[in-house]
């Protein structure tokens, strides 16, 4: 069961770098918090109440209910469906993904230490750098957003590969910090963007105080 | 010998399944399942004509092709039936007998002088080269996981110790993926396009006629058969009765067939120039298997 969790969460990443659609990054971050809540619960080592309640709220609340909701309303209130023809080609980002695929496995394999699941670490690093290449290689702000939603989960699946050694609070930490810049940047895509004249990341660097 | 025969009579009916797939899903009644090899039957009885720049090569280059896909029918296993040739490791020569009918296929494009049939030899070219590393990453993952190294031990993966269905899916779904590119078929290509700029296969056979376009056909219904040979050979335990398999595996092929024909009839072709990401996004698919398998082996 868990391969082919790995295996589906592999393929939500290679597809939603080389779809070209916004509203398939949507549907591809519902799934990937099915498949997160999935990997989390067969790794669950104890079976609490308040471990249970977390992991349902982060993954399946918070990232396939709630967050695509909000994607859904941006996409609807922006009108912006497709990423920007200048964006990096989708040919271009699959060959990337197969750099850092290879970049992930090395990566797993350096830092490897004995209480670390080094599939996890792999499959981390793997989105990690796929939410990276969402940041850097999407010209209009919404990709950033979705890029930055996926550097989150990959931090969930850090903290599956860790197990115990990684506090729930440093991850609800982390989910926060994540949330509020998502909040930021739904703002300047709902309230600001018409006004400055685009949806593009660079448009950020005109705002004045 | 039964292996060679069960994929001789599977493309005897598969084009015709997808024809009434794609009949019955868009309301019609449609042809008889039949109906693609009476073309065929109907093509052998015609003359032939060649094309004034046309050289030797326009002449052997479907011969060649028909009789280098024959023999790659005759290395694969069908759900535990032992194929005629069978060697430690004879999936490079299936490989390299698939890869020596596109190219003969290509130079007899190029031979026929036509401006549109070495366009569509370009892009058939592009499109094995992209597709090939897919089917030799997805082999070479099998060789890891079950430590063999003929297509009849390597496709035996029910009966091995590291079997897992999530694997008989996923290579199922890549060499599906490799079974559209190899046939173009949707999204890669369109067999009933009339539009020779948006051609690939299809524009490269323009000027063949009678026999020589038989043959062609009936290379490509057996392409068809090999590799959803293939995929039912993962699926099916080779430790099942042998009357069991056979129903599986005809079950498959009618399976196969009809997902191909109805993915042809929602689905349209992809523009010319998402090919080539799609075609990475199996590649791509197909390495992600690889490291799972490596991880179930400890070999990371």
Known sequence: ?209 | MIALLLILIASAFFAGFIVRTKSIVSGRKGPVILQPLKNVWVLLRKGLIYSETSGAISRIAPVVVLFAILIACMMVPVAGFRPIISFEGDFILFAYLLALARFMMIISAFDSGSSFEGMGASREALYGLLIEPALFILIAGLVVLTGNRSMMAIFDLPGGENYNLIYGLIISYVIGNITLVENSRVPVDDPKTHLELTMIHEVMVLDMSGFNLAIIQLASFMKLAVFGSLISSTLIPYSLPEGWRLLLFFIIQVLFAGIIGFVESFRTRFRMNRNQQFLLTVILISVIFFVVILFTKNLF
């Open chain 1, 1 to 209: 069961m868990l391969t082919l969790l790995y295996v589906l969460f592999g393929i939500s990443l290679v597809y939603i770098a080389a779809t070209e659609k916004f509203k398939h990054y949507i549907q591809v971050y519902t799934i990937q918090g099915v498949l997160l809540f999935g990997m989390a619960i067969i790794e669950l080592k104890n079976f609490s109440f308040l471990n249970l309640s977390f992991i349902l709220a982060e993954t399946i609340i918070f990232k396939s209910i709630i967050v695509p909701y909000l994607l859904r309303k941006i996409l609807l209130r922006t009108g912006i469906y497709n990423i920007h023809k200048r964006s990096l080609p989708g040919n271009y980002s699959v060959m990337l993904m197969m750099v850092m695929l290879g970049i992930s496995l090395v990566l797993a394999k350096v830092l490897s230490m004995p209480s670390v699941n080094e599939v996890y670490t792999v499959i981390a690093y793997f989105t990690l750098f796929t939410g990276l290449l969402l940041v850097s290689a999407r010209k209009l702000l919404f990709g950033h957003l979705v890029g930055f939603l996926i550097i989150e989960n990959a931090v969930f699946l850090f903290s599956i590969a860790i197990g115990s050694e990684f506090p729930m609070l440093v991850n609800t930490g982390i989910l926060l910090d994540i949330f509020i810049a998502v909040l930021i940047m739904s703002m300047f895509l709902t309230r600001i963007g018409h006004k400055m004249g685009g949806f593009e990341a660079e448009t950020l660097s005109q705002l004045k105080d």
